[in-house]
Structures are given as C-alpha cells and as structure tokens.
C-alpha cells in the first residue's frame, strides 16, 4: 500500500507540472503572437508660412491606426490650433491636408486629409485641425515609424505651409509584414506597440491589428490549463477513493 501511494504522489506531480507547462507553453504563444505597436502623443512645433508672414505653435499629435486586411487606416489628431487667420473663416472655408514621414523599414509620407471645418472660426484665434485620416499599406516587413510632417491649410484661396522645426519623435511605431498582414497590438499612449516613440502626454490607444488570435490563443491555454489541473484533481479523488 506504501508503495501504491509513493506511485500515485508522483504519477499526481507529473500530471500536475505537465498541466503548468502546456499552459506556461500556451501563455509564451500568445506572447509571440502579440504584434509589437507603440504610439505617444508628441509636441510638434510647426512654423507656418502665411500670406500675411509666420506664425509659430505647438500642437500635441496623436497618430492611431488600425488594421484592415493588408493596410492601416491612420488618423491623426490635434490637441491645439497650429495657425490663426485675420478674417473670420466662415463654415467649410478651410481644408486640411497633412503627410506622415515614414522611417525605419519604410520611408516616403502618407497622404492624410479630413473634412473642412463644420464651425465659423473667428479672426486671430487658434485654427483647430479636424482630425485627418488615410491609407498606410506595407511594402516592406519590419518595425516602421510614423512621424508628423508637413500640414497644409487651405482657406479663400490661400495655402499656409506648417512644418514641423523641433525634429519631432514618431507617434506611432508598427512591428508590420508586407504580405497583407500586420502584426499589430495595442500599446500605450506615451503606445501600438513595443518599439520607439517618445511623447508629452497621453492619449487613446491604437488599434492595430485584429486581436482573434491572441484571444484565440488566451482560450486555447487556459482551456489547457483547466484540463490539467482536472485531470490532477481526478488522480487525487481517486487516491482518496482507494
């Protein structure tokens, strides 16, 4: 009986610790499936030219993406006016475009626009961009970084030209493949995904890829996980039975 009781203790412990390592196995999958993203709200100093001479702000940019089939969709947003017009701007008089430099495993802008603005603006006060969105696909595999470059203004038959002076840190880095798919995660403002990106502030989490694997691979080992520790309770019970 003594002996009977030694094989079922270890039988009980394999079982038990071959439970904890399928689940740690399945835990470190859904680790390695986490696409790497990181994004951070970052003070850009644009200086603008305008018809009637230069005018200076800092805006705080947030660049979010996410992920659809083989491309992004990118939306930047700012948290200030960047410019101001002597004469009030009434509904829809103003059109913003902006560009997005690439780095890292890519390089060239993306194109970025968004609507005219729904309200009157008054004179000399602080022009809000509405948020601006396009179209990122991947050509090359690796991490890419997404920093805001030059803005343009569009109003009454006028251009102003803002460009960032302060050498501006990406707001957004993506762990990205060129096949179609990105790899994509969210990650903190300050954040998606792990790699660079420095910032001022906070601001929302990116969305960058779909998330039905991780969360496939998250049920998967604790599907795992729960099967082992059942299968040792089984053993126990039927030692007690004994």
Request: charged share 15%; aromatic share 4%.
């Amino acid at each position: 009986m003594a002996r009977f009781y030694e094989q079922h203790d270890r039988r009980t412990g394999r079982a038990a610790g071959l439970a904890v390592a399928v689940a740690m196995t399945a835990g470190s999958a859904v680790m390695l499936a986490a696409p790497a993203a990181h994004a951070a709200v970052v003070d850009v100093n644009y200086q603008c030219k305008t018809p009637i001479g230069n005018k200076g702000a800092v805006s705080p940019i947030d660049i979010k993406s996410t992920s659809s089939g083989g491309a992004y969709k990118l939306v930047m947003s700012f948290q200030k006016g960047v410019s101001s017009s002597p004469v009030e701007l009434g509904k829809g008089a103003m059109k913003p475009t902006a560009l997005i430099q690439l780095g890292g495993a890519e390089s060239g802008t993306v194109p970025l626009s968004g609507p005219p603005n729904d309200q009157s603006i008054p004179a000399n006060t602080p022009i809000k961009i509405s948020d601006l969105s396009g179209t990122y696909t991947p050509k090359a595999s690796g991490k890419v970084t997404f920093t805001a470059s030059t803005l343009t203004i569009k109003a009454l038959g006028t251009t102003t030209t803002c460009t960032p002076s302060n050498h501006p840190k990406p707001s957004l880095t993506l762990d990205v493949k060129a096949s179609g798919g990105a790899s994509g995660s969210t990650g903190d403002s300050a954040g998606a995904g792990s790699a660079t990106g420095g910032g001022s502030g906070g601001g929302q989490l990116p969305q960058t890829g779909p998330a039905d694997s991780a969360v496939a691979l998250g049920t998967l080992g604790g599907t795992v996980l729960l099967a082992g520790a059942a299968g040792a309770l089984w053993l126990t019970r039927r030692h007690q039975r004994v």
